[in-house]
């Protein structure tokens, strides 16, 4: 069956402006993961959600960036007034209720680069 | 707070030879346990896991890990590596069963001499 999608796989965007990455989970997984992988700081997790909540969004770095997910289905990841920190690969992940929840599998992120 | 730790960012070995990557976190209980593949472009791929019970762990890829509760760690290790094990790879804690945020290490990228 399909895997997790990501869209775009590559934005380049100028410092200032907005962006929106998308992730497309697994059909029938719950749970979706947003996780970010730059050179410095590896790989942080971001923000999870279970069905539509989201209860545990502790990793988002700033206000500038928030997530939704509609339909228990696709998650849109926004970043607001984009800086060069920001330039990083997105990563989105999904994982199944009926295995447990102990597989994450990850789609190819999306690489984001903000001149 | 917990934290994993991959002492060795770049690991060069030749084709044929054992590998051992190693894997420390640091966390009050036996966390769950995880070690992930990242090849060039791709996303991250699940090798083995470790929740409770035997000690050393199976994968795929010919992939084992061994958890030592006494040392913290959770080493990965491959009898003999193929120049497609050449590769980046991520040692993850989560701190409860179930859907959970992962912790990951920095990484140790694999290289391999023919």
């Known amino acids: 069956g399909a895997g997790v999608s990501q869209s775009p796989s590559n934005k380049v965007t100028e410092k200032g402006k907005d962006v929106e990455l998308r992730c497309d989970p697994i059909?029938?997984?719950?749970?979706l993961y947003w996780y970010r992988q730059s050179l410095g700081q590896g790989l942080e997790f971001l923000i999870y959600f279970q069905g539509n909540s989201a209860p545990d969004k502790s990793g988002l770095p700033s206000d500038r960036f928030s997530a939704e997910r509609t339909g228990g289905s696709v998650s849109t990841l926004t970043i607001q007034r984009t800086q060069q920190e920001d330039s990083a690969v997105y990563l989105c992940a999904s994982s199944s209720k009926l295995a447990g929840y102990n597989e994450q599998f990850f789609g190819p992120g999306t690489r984001l680069t903000v001149l | 707070a917990q934290s994993v730790t991959q002492p060795d960012i770049h690991i060069t070995v030749s084709e044929g030879a054992s590998l051992e990557l190693r894997c420390n976190y640091s966390y009050g209980a036996t966390p769950y346990l995880f070690w992930y593949v990242q090849s060039p472009g791709q996303g991250l791929q699940l090798l083995l896991k470790?929740?409770?019970?035997?000690?050393l762990v199976q994968g795929i890829k010919g992939f084992e890990a061994e958890f030592k509760r006494s040392q913290s760690s959770f080493n990965l290790r491959k009898p003999s590596v193929h120049w497609s094990d050449a590769a980046e790879y991520f040692c993850a804690v989560g701190l409860i069963q179930g859907a959970q945020k992962l912790v990951f290490g920095q990484g140790t990228r694999l290289t391999i001499n023919p």
């Open positions: 470790y929740f409770s019970g035997d000690t």
């Open positions: 059909s029938g997984h719950t749970a």
